[in-house]
């Protein structure tokens, strides 16, 4: 989804910085949705044969994506209860 860090920043400086709860919460779900969904694409990859290691480096970059995007989530939700 994003292919360097600026633009991983980026986004997350447009979501936290979004004064409606409501849409932060949604943006941050789409953003979840999205990187979920390449995962399972990587899952789906790797159970077919042995990753390189590009897609070795793009599958930890997505970890690290998703435990960020979880993590504001996480706080998002306990900001808001929703």
Not at 1 to 8: K, V
Not at 32 to 59: G, I
Request: proline share 1%; net charge negative; aromatic share 4%.
């Amino acid at each position: 989804m994003w292919q360097t860090r600026a633009q991983l920043y980026k986004s997350i400086r447009d979501v936290v910085t979004e004064p409606d709860g409501d849409k932060r919460v949604d943006a941050l779900l789409r953003m979840d949705q999205t990187l979920r969904s390449e995962a399972d694409e990587f899952n789906e990859l790797a159970n077919s044969r042995v990753l390189d290691d590009a897609e070795c480096d793009d599958l930890i970059r997505l970890v690290r994506q998703q435990e960020v995007i979880d993590g504001l989530l996480s706080m998002e939700i306990r900001t808001t209860g929703k």
